[in-house]
């Protein structure tokens, strides 16, 4: 069918006119290869507008418009969001790394949402409204190189960045993991051990998280053989943070651990080993719990006892009788299967300790057993930022070169994280983590896009679903 010479005015490249019910309509169009066909196929997509003989009449608008014959397209909602949420991260870039802020921006946006390898970033700019909100931002290999070198020297700067988006420091976790390293030129990669038990060259990422902001404020590259005390303690100096209490995990409480700790003065809460020898299973095996007290957690009896030790230190032991029941069934399934090394005997021996949480710490006895234990709950926020950093931004793994380069690279991906957090924070408030995750609401909001229609950029048809979440989250795109 031939249409109208006022229709195909508006026809332009990646758009297709419909005649539907005697209207004509226009929408975007694209291709893609079916291999099984073995040739090109059609694929319609978004709605733009009707067209009328007075020109494109478009939902956002209402009133009928001229169509540019270069009309844009890019992605907005994800994009709108990262910009207006992250003013502040923006600001602090914009002070110390005035030459190259709104390149850090851009590439911790699209690490965090395309988890893009730096080769692809011009590409992701281009098509993003964040080219609209930070024009001219450099993205060539050649300046990205530039930028890597540039900012990965400048460590006093990065801290510096860090610490202004510091806010609140009185509860602060730290612990240390690792990334591998495939290049043959970086003197921080060494062979070092770590819970995978992998030996390729790695190094290793010591970082701090605030559980008073609910977010990462502080990472420090280290070799990857390198994961004692002394580093904790010189990240620590290197922070400025204060009243940091160091919680870790059992692979973390030797003797020599904690001998450091103690020189370095620094307050800990160590979880230790049911086989410890410091701790002491007596009050639950004898006088029927009477040396026992409670606080509720989540609605559940946590029993305690402390046994005191010198140099003010402290063992604080934790009883949860649902996970004792629990632990003490699987452990007759196991003999009931005939698992090597579960028998009657192994069960009384151990019985006592079943359920239970030993925590060691020097805190002063004002830290009272019901705040240790959250506290120490806590420990899963570490944990968590762990997960997101390797397999929510692919950050695990790295190919670049030097020194500089990499401290720029992790510098990206920690402002990444922060993003993330932050979303996961907003979702956490509102109580929609059951149904939500950050990737899923960044996923939703990457659907909405903006066209640019006689040189004025209009929002498209925002789905019912995303709309509908956008008031869930209560951040507004607009």
Not at 63 to 76: D, F, G, N, R
Not at 124 to 140: I, K, N
Not at 142 to 162: F, H, M, P, Y
Request: charged share 25%; with cysteine; proline share 4%.
């Amino acid at each position: 069918m031939a249409h109208p010479d006022w229709v195909l005015t508006h026809k332009i490249k990646g758009s297709e006119i419909k005649f539907i019910n005697g209207n004509y309509y226009l929408y975007k169009v694209s291709s893609r290869w079916n291999k099984e066909k073995k040739r090109a196929e059609k694929i319609s997509g978004e709605f733009i507008g009707r067209i009328t003989p007075e020109g494109l009449l478009t939902r956002s608008t209402g009133t009928p418009q001229i169509l540019a014959k270069s009309v844009s397209v890019k992605e907005y909602g994800a994009s709108h969001y990262l910009y207006k949420e992250h003013t502040d991260i923006l600001q602090a870039l914009q002070t110390h790394f005035p030459d190259w802020h709104k390149e850090l921006f851009v590439l911790s946006a699209y690490r965090l949402l395309h988890h893009a390898p730096l080769k692809n970033m011009p590409l992701y700019y281009e098509q993003s409204y964040l080219s609209e909100l930070l024009p001219a931002a450099q993205l060539s290999d050649k300046n990205i190189t530039a930028l890597l070198r540039s900012v990965g020297s400048q460590r006093e700067q990065i801290v510096n960045c860090l610490k202004a988006l510091m806010k609140g420091n009185s509860f602060i976790l730290l612990d240390v993991t690792h990334i591998t390293s495939f290049s043959e030129e970086l003197d921080l990669a060494q062979v070092g051990y770590n819970s995978q038990r992998t030996f390729d060259p790695q190094v290793n990422l010591f970082f701090m998280f605030s559980t008073d902001l609910s977010l990462p404020v502080y990472y420090r590259l280290l070799p990857g053989n390198v994961r004692d005390v002394s580093a904790m303690k010189l990240s620590i100096l290197e922070s400025g943070l204060q009243n940091i209490i160091i919680v870790a995990d059992k692979g973390f409480c030797s003797q020599k651990n904690i001998a450091d700790l103690d020189e370095a003065q620094l307050m800990y809460l160590l979880p230790l080993r049911r086989n410890s020898s410091l701790v002491n299973y007596t009050p639950l095996h004898t006088n029927k719990g009477q040396q026992l007290q409670y606080f509720l957690y989540k609605q559940q009896p946590i029993w305690y006892y402390t046994i005191q030790l010198p140099d003010n230190k402290r063992i604080i032991v934790f009883v949860n009788d649902y996970l004792k029941a629990t632990e003490k069934q699987d452990f007759i399934r196991r003999i009931e299967n005939q698992t090597k090394g579960y028998d009657m005997d192994t069960f009384y021996q151990k019985q006592d300790a079943f359920g239970t949480l030993a925590l060691l710490t020097n805190l002063p006895d004002d830290y009272q057993p019901e705040q240790i234990y959250q506290r120490y709950k806590t420990r899963t926020h570490i944990e968590q930022l762990f997960d997101a950093f390797k397999n929510i931004l692919h950050a695990d793994r790295t190919y670049m070169r030097g020194g500089a380069e990499m401290e720029a690279w992790l510098f990206i991906n920690f402002m990444a994280t922060v993003f993330y957090y932050q979303l996961y924070k907003i979702l956490t408030e509102r109580r929609l983590l059951k149904k939500y995750t950050p990737k899923d609401i960044l996923l939703h909001l990457s659907g909405i896009k903006t066209l640019k229609i006689n040189q004025n950029w209009e929002i498209a048809e925002i789905p019912k679903k995303t709309a509908e979440l956008i008031v869930k989250i209560e951040k507004p795109i607009t």
